[in-house]
């Protein structure tokens, strides 16, 4: 059995910053690409950030410049930094992790965690 686990959510003045952190824990073999993804009221869940396992990166233009994501492949752990935010960052946040289970089987499984929210206000 798999979990995928956010912490660090909250609410935060425009400006400020947070650091969302997230674990992957149970039988895996290996995980691929992970990643932050958020879902604003009334909207369809985005892409903010991917890592792939070789530190390889990937941001939406919205949050180049103020994000960092970053990993530890050995304790199966993925955190995103942010900084200088802003009211639309206001959303619940969701990791994403891509993972192998089987190390002769190249198949992965995509799991969610269950979110936490970040809340840009004064």
């Known amino acids: 059995q798999v979990q995928v686990v956010e912490s660090g959510g909250g609410l935060v003045q425009p400006g400020g910053s947070l650091r969302l952190s997230c674990a992957a824990s149970?039988?895996?073999?290996?995980?691929?690409?992970m990643g932050w993804y958020r879902q604003a009221p009334g909207k369809g869940r985005e892409l903010v950030a991917t890592i792939k396992s070789d530190g390889s990166t990937n941001y939406a233009n919205s949050v180049k410049g103020r994000f960092t994501i970053s990993r530890d492949n050995a304790k199966n752990t993925v955190d995103l930094q942010m900084n200088s935010l802003k009211p639309e960052d206001t959303a619940v946040y969701y990791c994403?992790?891509?993972?192998?289970?089987?190390?002769?089987?190249?198949?992965?499984?995509?799991?969610w965690g269950q979110g936490t929210q970040v809340t840009v206000s004064s």
């Open positions: 149970g039988n895996i073999f290996s995980i691929s690409n």
């Open positions: 994403q992790a891509d993972i192998q289970f089987q190390p002769d089987s190249t198949t992965e499984f995509r799991y």
